[in-house]
């Protein structure tokens, strides 16, 4: 019994020395369990492309991760609802064209809740999201500029891992793929790219995939998925995949 007593003694005494911290590795381990919120944001684009044929190719490569619960809203303006932090990862999938964008709060919610540590996903013509807000540079990387020449003509062509090492190419090799290869994209904010295609118009590279942080926030943007025969392409369905889960501060699956 005074053994028993002893080594009671000692585990408090270890506990309270933070050499003993079994709570905080159960904790731990609960939060790494637990499903990942995902929001895809849509609802409104360039006619060209059919957001409400897109959006649920999009929610369902994403959700073979069971990891992710996926939510999708056709409203842009539920940016700038007050529990937007519920959710891990955001993702664009909406260009405001020919309208208002969401507005103050939505563009100041998104800005906060990625800054804090939020992950968010930028596919295709989200580039072109929020024109008239300068700082959606600083968040997306790069962003549509108008006056460059759009894309090369939609067709295939051969998308290149650029760092294969990078978490969120995990088990990514290069790929062919039926898309627009985009080649508009403007803007200097430090970035880091994943992958490249080269355009059968002026020969040269441009980026698909790349990688930045806002704040504590980390941010994949990439410009693949035109259509559902681009976004159901399995290494694109892929990429998107990994990218909601390295957002999210998981590891991507194999």
């Not at 080649?183 to 980026?207: E, F, H, N, Q, W």
């Amino acid at each position: 019994m005074k053994h028993a007593i002893r080594f009671a003694a000692v585990c408090i005494l270890l506990v309270g020395c933070g050499l003993i911290r079994k709570s905080d590795s159960a904790d731990a381990e609960t939060g790494k369990n637990q499903p990942r919120k995902v929001l895809i944001v849509t609802g409104i684009d360039y006619p060209g492309h059919k957001w409400k044929l897109t959006a649920p190719v999009l929610a369902k490569a994403i959700s073979e991760d069971k990891r992710l619960v996926v939510t999708v809203t056709d409203k842009p303006g539920d940016l700038a609802a007050d529990d937007l932090n519920k959710y891990d990862v955001i993702i664009l999938h909406f260009m405001n064209w020919e309208v208002p964008d969401p507005g103050d709060k939505a563009r100041s919610n998104l800005k906060s809740v990625i800054a804090k540590g939020k992950g968010l996903v930028l596919v295709h013509f989200a580039c072109g999201a929020f024109q008239q807000w300068p700082e959606f540079v600083k968040i997306a990387g790069r962003v549509w500029d108008p006056n460059m020449r759009a894309h090369d003509p939609y067709g295939k062509f051969a998308v290149k891992i650029a760092d294969p090492n990078h978490p969120a190419m995990k088990a990514m090799t290069d790929f062919e793929t039926v898309d627009e290869l985009y080649t508009c994209l403007t803007g200097k904010t430090p970035i880091k790219v994943l992958a490249t295609a080269r355009s059968k118009v002026d020969g040269k590279d441009y980026p698909m995939a790349f990688v930045l942080n806002y704040g504590k926030g980390r941010v994949f943007h990439s410009v693949l998925g035109h259509d559902v025969q681009a976004l159901a392409n399995p290494p694109v369905a892929r990429l998107f995949r990994n990218a909601c889960a390295w957002t999210a501060g998981l590891k991507p699956l194999d």
